[in-house]
């Protein structure tokens, strides 16, 4: 994959010592500012951070994704299990970096962030009363234990300033300056202003956090590529205004075993006597807004759509 430079969020910092280690913890968890414990719908893709680790890594060090086993379990010596009543299942790691510092005049100890895919496996904590908990490892020593509470959906659509990107390359090499969706053409092409969308067109847009699918990656089977069980909409408004048009995806599918969703959709027409702004530098990013939600969850991104 290609690895593309990532925008620096609450994770990448360093912690000044007093000739003091600093005890392993649970730093954080999500796609930017983490709440202190999790929500998580089964095969969402998820940042950990967390203190106290021994191994330095100097640069992000990737794990090896296999289309039909998922993403390697350990990476750099870190990993991570699903902990519940039914036993342990691995998360496969996406990959592991840590924060630099920004000194080096003071001792210090970075933060480890570990990005992996939360096991389909994960039942739904408020049925079973019980407690899922994700623990992450260096090595046999434990660095955290996170508690996960289940939902069906944490819906994120994937945007060019996530942190997971370092992962990701469906933005390619591309220059872009603003907090981008990756949303693309069937057969390929980002969508910006500079390559607006017409209604009636079909797209594409990738998301974390939808959920379970049929079948179930959590079956033990060979991968098969399915649909998610959990139904969704989306939402369209132009230029801020109030929702002219609702309507189901044409299909919510979890492509590869890698926790990356893909949401099929067409665009609207548009709605009569509403004049569309100007998309790009000289006007706002996108004129259309496309709410996603699911039965827990919602996100937003843009779209540049012309008559």
Known sequence: MTMLRTTTYWFLLCLPLAAQAVPAGFAGAGYRTPPNAVEAAPGQVIIISVNGAQTRVADPIFGIFDPFAGMSPIVAGFSAQLVQSTGRTPAGIYGVSQSSCATTTVPCVPVTNITLIVPFALLDTQKVNGVAVLEVKEGNNVLA??????????????????????Y?????????????????????????????????????????????????????????PGLTKQPFVLRYAVAGGPVYWAQAPDGVSLATFN?????????????????????????????MTVTLSGIHSTDKFELCVTP
């Open 168 to 224: 990701y390359s469906v933005f390619g090499e591309q220059d872009i300056s603003s907090c981008t969706a990756a949303v693309v053409r069937p057969r390929g092409g980002l969508i910006l202003p500079s390559r607006p969308v017409h209604q009636g067109e079909p797209l594409v847009a990738f998301s974390y956090g939808m959920g379970e699918t049929t079948p179930s990656p959590a079956s033990g089977a060979a991968f098969i």
């Open 259 to 287: 926790g990356t969703y893909e949401v099929h959709f067409t665009v609207p027409p548009l709605p009569d006597n509403t004049p569309l702004p100007a998309c790009g530098e000289k006007g706002v990013y996108g004129n």
């Open 145 to 166: 234990n996170v508690p996960v509470r289940a939902v069906s959906d944490k819906v994120h659509v994937i945007t060019s300033c996530d942190d997971t990107l370092i």
